[in-house]
């Protein structure tokens, strides 16, 4: 209880000496513009005279693991402005200050294993979409955007901003520079700016808390986001950015005297333009993908439909929340090699879109759904215009997505348009919906090839509705896609069918020293629409528990699951056990997982129910804080008279070495193995890579990538290098 007083007294104190009364619980925050000559160095302290006009907000609240109630450690914030940026000062007193957990982390790698503090600015005010910026103890940063409408954080987006940190024997403080050049607002003057400030204190629990209540039952996370006052808008609303790249590979393919050399020197440019407040322009000329980030292996021997894959790529970073909705209706992972590319996004409060048109080389593979399974054609080169616009009014969100793809060489098209609705009806009832239609003319010509022919159409109709109290939580859901419906720029891996999903959870406090217990069931039907041939029925009872040491656990029993992996084939009954959890050991073992599924499984290939199990590990160590290593392994089994009748394996180890907030050395090894019967497959891929990141816009990779594929060996070396024109001049 002393330290506990002695925090708070600290805090008061500097409260008082700003000269300014703290603000009370949930009210507005306020920025104090800096005077004339008057100019903020960043360095993490917040000993500027400007800091002691500042007014401080004191008044933060627990948001987990206990709602409500007053954190354990303080947290002040005070805003600055000038004609160019804002200056966020965050004071995070700690009795324990030996105890704060600061690892240095790469770009976008923060996470509540760590100390750090978090700004959310929306600076439209419809608390539809927030930008946040992250910085930890150690100073490594994290940014990206919240969406209201599916309550989720994306950490695609980059934006120009900096940040300090300085360790203090009362704990830490930071120091963000928010540029206006990188906050999405309107030119309106009655705009209100909206925000809100978190800290995350992992330790026995782990705590986070916020500048404002946020409840159990709030449509989203942001949804209670405070205003900020006296934010002055730059008289010049306008910037281009110009970001050239060069980019220089040597490749090896092959073995012994079929080996083959090339060598390649490219260059690339991006380009970032602001004409006004409210429009942005991007566009890119040759951009380089290649080796910045890998995809981690997947199981995917005993799957009857296409994975899931994360958007890694900068052009298409930019407004990426509006190019969600209700359905996965855009998928730009679906553009496999971009030569070049045109953007324009444009947010004001009532209206927000994003469009862009892109010449695709291809090279990839085109999905092809169907009832009981999703299969794929080569992907030929193509031209894309794609985009999606969406309204808001009082709680109704509407939307127009469009999506047309036209292949090179006369080989036909695939076309996509349909509106998108989401309504908060009252605080506990929401709905959202969506209805596409499709014309195709690049149908499959049986032997893998797109090939023009007769336009086909199909359409998919989609709707889910939300219910959501403190304790209850519901949702019921409605797919409906006809059979000739596809989207070759989104992700669509059935069609032909109809889904009917329900959900429904009741949590409880303080059981069995948890923090928390939900207690969940789940059910699902698919039926081809034609014939009403049931595809699949499920019913998975589980539960779910959350704990200190940042515990979540689960378990669930599909008890009564049933698959058609073929039309009037015959239902396969699988009955098994899907568990696992995730928590911290120790400071130093941030993040331990285990996955596990465990029962009789059907066998994809051979139309068979058989014994199987599925297991999954992986762990993130920090035995120094400069040293990351990240292990995990993937293994699935499905048992034969004598030999599996399936196994398959896959493996990623991850090493990094971090020289300092901005610059680290990378090295990856992956290996996936499959055994089908006498099917053998491997792969190995290794990969060491340096990066040095000034800035989103100047950075440099080097490095070195080996692959072997069955009996394939291939070998590269590259360098890259992108500077932000701005940000080299600002250096000089």
């Known amino acids: 209880m002393l330290e506990r007083f002695i925090t708070w007294l600290l805090l008061a104190a500097a409260a008082l000496a700003t000269g300014t009364a703290a603000a009370s619980p949930g009210s507005a925050m306020r920025a104090e513009r800096l005077q004339a000559g008057e100019r903020i160095r ?22 987990t693991p206990n709602l409500g109630a007053a954190p354990p450690q303080a947290t002040q914030v005070q805003w600055l402005m000038d004609g160019q940026a804002l200056y966020v000062g965050i004071t995070a007193l700690d009795t324990e200050p030996a105890q704060i957990r600061a690892p240095l982390v790469r770009h976008d790698q923060i996470n509540r294993t760590q100390d750090f503090v978090v700004v959310y600015i929306d600076a439209i005010g ?6 946040f910026f992250r910085v930890n103890a150690a100073g490594s940063r994290a940014d990206g955007m919240h969406t209201a409408a599916d309550d989720s954080e994306d950490f695609a987006p980059d934006f120009d901003w900096d940040a300090a940190i300085q360790r203090t024997p009362h704990g830490w403080t930071a120091v963000l520079r928010l540029p206006f050049a990188s906050l999405r607002f309107s030119e309106d003057p009655a705009a209100t700016w909206r925000v809100m400030v978190a800290r995350r204190l992992p330790r026995e629990q782990f705590h986070m808390a916020t500048s404002v209540l946020i409840p159990r039952e709030a449509a989203s996370f942001i949804d209670t986001l405070q205003p900020l006052d006296n934010v002055r808008l730059p008289e010049q609303h306008a910037f281009l950015s110009l970001r050239p790249g060069l980019t220089w590979r040597r490749e090896d393919e092959g073995l012994g005297p079929a080996n083959s050399t090339r060598t390649r020197t490219e260059a690339s440019l991006d380009l970032k333009w602001r004409p006004r407040a409210e429009l942005i322009v991007d566009a890119t000329l040759n951009p380089d993908f290649s080796q910045v980030a890998l995809d981690v292996p997947q199981l995917r021997g005993n799957e009857r439909f296409a994975l899931f894959l994360s958007e890694k790529r900068p052009f298409f970073f930019e407004s990426s929340d509006l190019l969600r909705s209700p359905t996965e209706a855009l998928y730009t992972r679906s553009l496999t090699a971009p030569r070049g590319g045109l953007r324009a996004t444009w947010r004001d409060a009532g209206l927000a879109g994003t469009a862009f048109a892109i010449s695709d080389e291809g090279g990839g593979l085109v999905l092809l759904p169907g009832a ?5 054609a080569e992907q030929p080169a193509s031209q894309v215009l794609a985009g999606r616009v969406q309204a808001d009014r009082a709680g109704l969100q509407g939307g127009l997505l469009l999506a047309a793809r ?27 919906a969506q209805w596409l239609a499709s014309r195709t003319s690049a149908l499959d010509d049986g032997s893998g090839q797109l090939q023009r022919g007769r336009a086909e159409d199909g359409q998919r109709r989609y709707a889910r ?12 859901s409605l797919d409906d896609t006809s059979a000739g419906f ?10 032909g069918v109809r889904r009917i999903t329900g959900w429904v959870a009741q949590g409880f406090d303080g059981v069995a020293g948890l923090n928390e217990l939900w207690v969940n069931t789940e059910a699902w039907e698919v039926r081809e629409r034609r014939t009403g041939e049931l595809v699949e029925q499920t019913v998975r009872p589980g539960v779910w528990v959350t704990g200190a040491r940042n515990l979540e656990a689960w378990l669930e029993w599909y008890g009564h699951a049933r698959q058609r992996l073929g039309p009037q084939q015959a239902l396969l009954s699988e009955r098994y056990w899907h568990g696992g959890f995730v ?33 999954g590990l992986m762990a993130r160590l920090r035995p120094l804080p400069f040293l990351e290593l990240e292990p995990r392994w993937n293994m699935a089994r499905l048992g034969g008279a004598q030999l599996p009748a399936y196994r398959e394996t896959a493996a990623q180890g991850l090493v990094v070495w971090h020289f300092g907030p901005r610059q680290y050395l990378r090295g990856i090894v992956q290996r996936s193995n499959l055994q089908r019967g006498t099917l053998r497959e491997a792969t190995r891929t290794g990969s060491l890579t340096w990066s040095y990141r000034h800035g989103p816009g100047t950075v440099v990779y080097v490095g070195a990538a080996r692959s072997r594929e069955g009996g394939s060996l291939r070998r590269e070396t590259f360098v890259k290098l992108q500077v932000d024109l701005d940000e080299v001049q600002a250096l000089f």
């Open 42 to 63: 960043l360095d993490g302290r917040l000993d500027h005279p400007a800091w002691q006009r500042a007014p401080a907000y004191t008044h933060f609240v627990e948001k």
């Open 126 to 131: 419809s608390r539809r979409a927030a930008q």
């Open 372 to 376: 009981y399974g999703s299969s794929a």
């Open 406 to 432: 036209r292949y090179e060489a006369g080989r036909g098209s695939n076309e996509v348009l349909g509106p998108d609705l989401a309504w908060q009806l009252n605080p506990h009832w929401r709905l959202r």
């Open 465 to 476: 509705v939300f219910y959501n109290r403190e304790r209850t939580e519901a949702n019921l």
């Open 486 to 495: 596809r989207h070759d720029t989104g992700f669509v891996t059935q069609s």
């Open 583 to 615: 928590f911290t050991p120790a400071p130093w073992w941030t993040f331990a997982e285990l996955d596990f599924e465990v029962g009789r499984r059907a066998d994809t290939q051979a139309g068979v129910v058989r014994s199987g199990r599925q297991l």
